[in-house]
């Protein structure tokens, strides 16, 4: 009970936050301290109130517990009650104790501040829901601005490029389905931790790492994207590619951490500039466009060309495409009715992967000049929009729009993989430094620049190392994204069998209509999906470097936490032990009889 972890956080502070009222009255029988601070200056009152346990609440008030007390940011109580899912928290409080509602934090906000933001579930609801859209768009903005997805299934032919991307498209449909509800288990939509819950903590740690290790290395590709992009529209030499990742991870970096507040229009810029000179091509293009798909699919008979070898080979494309929509989990966090809006804005961010990645398939078979010419192109939409308009420094200028949807999806993997971080260091599963949030924006600005400065680590020896061809460069690097993600995969859909098996649905939020049916489909695409990837250097020789660098990356970052979990657990046990023998010192030894 006088154990801490990383946090600093005691037994307290974890039965508070989970609100086992009973828990609450065994410690306190046993006089554990109920106002002990974490590192960020908490209590166990903290804890309940921010997260909505009104029982647990009231039961440390009862204690004696002091909701006055003020955290490392100057909050109280009715502070972190005010951001809780249950306004009846925040009101209990401030009827009781009136003296808190015109206490200001460190930033000079008041409770009614953070209540005002929290206020209105409907509104919140349908914010919810634009941000689902949103996200999906700018995720699919560097698919729309650049055909590079859907290249390698070209190479196989068209009919199983169609095949690959309605697999693909029914996959993830059941995987999110499925991650829903394990991750919305415990009402707060945070990934690792419900896998902890359900498998254990080295398990919880794959999967983050996992999750982790993806976003950074979509970072590295996009990151690629923009030099070799800027290289081939400015005519700049190559050696200086590393000048616009810089430039470009540094300006994304600033959006996700300092100008929170014009982050999300920011976003809705680069989105629609991105998808406008798609738009653009097409509606000047029109004829040529419907001549070229008529010739892609002459005959009719666009399966003739499918095999069961071919439609293998092609699957990954089809995974890079969708890739990105489970992120949209990660946002239910800042939900205030979580039951409603999560499946609402993963619905209509699905919808609206799904209607942009099918414009896509059908834009790439009827890009000009062909899918013959384009599918062996580094920026196939670019080579066809000079095709259509002449290559001229007026149009590579306007060309620079497409550089706007890969900066988008840019930015929603940098705020991701931000978070995922940093919700990782709270839960004691990485170094606890790699918690700290700005402390007026709240951004994981720490571990944000962590993750950009280590993608780009990866990107400068891959250019390096492969001699700046770009086209190896992003094969390294989507080959060991699509690893890392179906791994996770893998873990999260165990995790959701697991749930059901043992029939623990009372704690779930949410619950996938597909089912045990459902996920158990999921899984086995998942692993035809793993071999696929797995296999593919040996069609593809330029994706072993990707499969070998994730591999390789995973077994480093699994026995560098192994040696972490063990130095904490020999830490623990050394202050364990310490605590002990200072109690025993102090305790008065009784009197000899004489």
């Not at 997260?51 to 003020?70: F, N, S, T, V, W």
């Not at 415990?186 to 690792?192: I, L, Q, R, S, V």
């Not at 420094?393 to 978070?419: D, E, N, W």
Request: aromatic share 10%.
């Amino acid at each position: 009970m006088l154990t801490v972890d990383a946090q600093q956080r005691t037994a307290g502070h974890l039965a508070a936050r989970a609100g086992h009222v009973e828990v609450l009255k065994l410690l306190h029988a046993h006089g554990v301290d109920m106002e002990a601070l974490d590192r960020f200056g908490r209590a166990a009152i903290h804890l309940a109130c921010e997260h909505g346990k009104a029982p647990a609440m009231k039961y440390l008030l009862d204690c004696g517990a002091r909701p006055g007390i003020e955290d490392n940011s100057g909050r109280n109580a009715l502070h972190l009650a005010c951001c809780c899912e249950d306004p009846s928290v925040g009101q209990a409080l401030a009827s009781q104790f009136p003296q808190l509602v015109f206490q200001s934090d460190a930033h000079g906000r008041t409770p009614l501040f953070y209540a005002a933001l929290n206020a209105h579930p409907h509104s919140q609801g349908e914010v919810t829901k634009a941000q689902g859209t949103w996200q999906s768009c700018s995720v699919a903005a560097v698919i729309c601005g650049d055909f590079v997805a859907w290249q390698p299934a070209f190479g196989q032919g068209i009919g199983c490029a169609l095949i690959g991307y309605f697999v693909a498209a029914l996959f993830y449909m059941l995987l999110v389905s499925s991650l829903t509800e394990v991750m919305s288990r415990m009402g707060d939509a945070e990934g690792p931790r419900q896998v902890a819950a359900c498998i254990g903590p080295r398990t919880s740690f794959l999967a983050g790492l996992m999750e982790c290790l993806k976003c950074t290395l979509i970072i590295a590709d996009i990151a690629a994207a923009t030099g070799a992009l800027m290289e081939e529209l400015t005519g700049s030499p190559s050696d200086l590619q590393p000048l616009w990742w810089l430039l470009f991870c540094a300006l994304i970096l600033l959006l996700n951490t300092k100008l929170m507040s014009m982050s999300v229009q920011t976003l809705m810029a680069m989105t629609l500039s991105s998808l406008a000179i798609v738009v653009i091509y097409f509606l000047f293009s029109s004829g040529r466009t419907f001549d070229l798909a008529q010739e892609a699919m002459a005959g009719g008979d666009i399966l003739s060309d499918v095999s069961l070898l071919a439609f293998f080979k092609s699957l990954p494309a089809g995974i890079w495409c969708f890739l990105g929509l489970e992120e949209m989990l990660w946002f239910g966090k800042f939900a205030v009715d979580l039951r409603t809006n999560l499946p609402r804005a993963l619905s209509w961010a699905y919808a609206t992967l799904f209607i942009l990645a099918m414009m896509t398939l059908i834009c790439s078979l009827a890009a000009s000049p062909g899918t013959h010419v384009t599918t062996h192109q580094k920026f196939p939409l670019l080579v066809a929009y000079f095709d259509v308009f002449g290559e001229s420094r007026l149009t590579r200028y306007f060309a620079l729009l497409l550089l706007f949807g890969i900066l988008a999806s840019l930015h929603v993997f940098t705020f991701v993989a931000g978070q995922m971080v940093t919700q990782m260091a709270e839960d004691s599963l990485l170094p606890a430094c790699l918690a700290q949030r700005d402390g007026q924006t709240g951004a994981p600005t720490y571990s944000s620049a962590v993750v950009v400065v280590v993608a780009l680590l990866f990107l400068e020896v891959v250019f390096q190392a492969l001699d700046h061809q770009y086209e190896e460069i992003r094969a390294t690097f989507t080959s060991g994204a699509s690893i890392c993600a179906l791994g996770g995969y893998m873990i999260q859909l165990c995790c959701f069998i697991l749930i059901r098996y043992r029939n623990q649905l009372e704690d779930s939020m949410f619950l996938s209509p597909f089912g045990m049916l459902g996920a158990g489909t999921a899984l086995v695409l998942t692993i035809v999906f793993m071999a696929s990837v797995l296999s593919s250097p040996l069609f593809h020789p330029v994706n072993f470097c990707g499969v070998a660098v994730s591999l390789a990356l995973l077994l480093l970052a699994g026995c560098l936490h192994e040696s972490y979990r063990r130095q904490q657990k020999r830490r623990a046990a050394r202050s364990g032990s310490t605590i002990l023998q200072n109690m025993e010192t102090r305790t008065p030894q009784p009197e000899a009889r004489a």
